[in-house]
């Protein structure tokens, strides 16, 4: 069996994407030159691998054995070319992740000069969206996350400590006055989030340390965390932010802390996730030991936030 790596590769997304014609427009290529790499592939394993109808394709038997060996082909390739590389010149190669568009901007660009200067070699392709990614379907090396682990196809690995406050600008509590209680919170303008419902259900203590939620309809939302802190700068109304996002805009004036003693929440863990069969390469390797050695200096032990 003659089998040429591309075309398994090339076959593998085009049973990720769906289409023929998204493969193509992946690789820049003409929809011929796909179906030509397709024909070559069946005709060296001597078998149809895909089922073509007006309802999309499908894999046939053949095509998923064809599909589950390729895949672990390809991964082990890309693995040796990974250890080879990594031997004589240190990790490289591209790296694309996936991650929120707020932690992109607070976590993934500042430390993005120094993983540089220490990997000269790797390259990174973020994506930079608040929804959650098919990490086999995007072609997604790490997915940063917080919350619910997701489930055993993925290796996930803590790197570092979150928490959320509620913020507003000072023009905004300017306008309207701070809330002195939770409760008041009904008469103020709310910043929503649709990214996840999780996302307006604020936790808040009492003064016994008893947990409640709040739940905010919100008097505008959004589904992006980046336009969330953008809203909460122009006044709009108040928003839950990640503290390592708004710490910064406190220290120069753009945000004050609303409720702080009754909403500032638990840390939690923030993740590097990764398929199954790609976590041990070095690229990837490299990318999570460094995110989680910048996070240690922005919070050493001991200096997370409690309840």
Known sequence: MQLQLDDVALFARIVELGTLSAAARERNAP???????????????????????????????EGAAVLAHGRRLLDTTQELQSDLSGRTGGPAGWVRISVSSVLAQAVIAPSLVALHERHPRLHLDIAADDRMADMARDGIDIAIRTGTLPGDTVVARPIGLLTRSLYASPAYVQRHGLPRTP??????????????????????????????????????????????????????????????????????????????????????????????ERHRLPKIRACIEHWAQWMAQLHPPGRARPR
């Open 31 to 61: 929809v011929s030159q796909v179906t030509r790499a397709l024909a070559r592939l069946e005709a060296a394993c001597g078998a149809r691998l895909l089922h073509r109808s007006t309802h999309g394709l499908s894999l046939t038997d």
């Open 183 to 276: 409760d008041d919170l009904m008469r103020h303008r709310l910043v929503g989030n649709t990214a996840a419902a999780s996302l307006n259900r604020w936790a808040w203590r009492d003064a016994h340390k008893a947990e409640h939620e709040f739940l905010v309809q919100g008097h505008t939302r959004t589904d992006n965390t980046a336009v969330v802190v953008a809203l909460a700068q122009h006044g709009v109304g108040i928003a839950r932010i990640v503290d390592l996002v708004a710490q910064p805009l406190v220290k120069i004036g753009a945000l004050v802390p609303v409720l702080p003693a009754q909403f500032s929440t638990t840390p939690v863990t923030m993740y590097a996730v990764m398929l199954q």
